[in-house]
C-alpha cells in the first residue's frame, strides 16, 4: 500500500522558516513527478512547487521556497524561508504514479497519490 506522510509542519512567526518531509512508502518514486500543494480554508486546494525533470514553483513562493527530494530515503522536503501569514494552509504532498504522464505539474489531477496533509499556521 502507497502512503505519504507529511510532517514539519507547525506554528511560526513572520518571517521565521519551516521545513517540510514527505515521507513515502509502499513504492519508490525516484524518476516520477512529486509535488506539494496547499489549501488554506475556504479556499480552493492550489499548486506550490513540484519537481521532475526540473523544479517548478507557483508566483507567489519563488524565491522563498524550495523543493527537493532524496531518493535514497524516498523522502520529497519543501524548505519554506521568510514565511507569510498568507502562507497559512495544509501543505500535502502528491505523487504521480507513472515516470512520465502527460498533464501540467500544477494540477492535482496529475498526481494519483495524496498525503494527509500537515498544517502550517504563521502568524504576523
Known amino acids: 500500500q502507497v502512503q505519504l506522510v507529511e510532517s514539519g509542519g507547525g506554528l511560526v512567526q513572520a518571517g521565521d522558516s519551516l521545513r517540510l518531509s514527505c515521507a513515502a512508502s509502499?513504492?519508490?518514486?525516484?524518476?516520477?513527478?512529486m509535488g506539494w500543494f496547499r489549501q488554506a480554508p475556504g479556499k480552493e486546494r492550489e499548486f506550490v512547487a513540484a519537481?521532475?525533470?526540473?523544479?517548478y514553483y507557483t508566483e507567489s513562493v519563488k524565491g522563498r521556497f524550495t523543493i527537493s527530494r532524496d531518493n535514497a530515503k524516498n523522502t520529497l522536503y519543501l524548505q519554506m524561508n521568510s514565511l507569510k501569514p498568507e502562507d497559512t494552509a495544509v501543505y500535502y504532498c502528491a505523487a504521480d504514479r507513472e515516470t512520465w504522464s502527460s498533464g501540467s505539474y500544477s494540477r492535482p489531477d496529475k498526481y494519483d497519490y495524496w498525503g494527509q496533509g500537515t498544517q502550517v499556521t504563521v502568524s504576523s
Open positions: 519537481i521532475h525533470l526540473n523544479t
Open positions: 509502499g513504492r519508490t518514486f525516484g524518476g516520477a513527478a
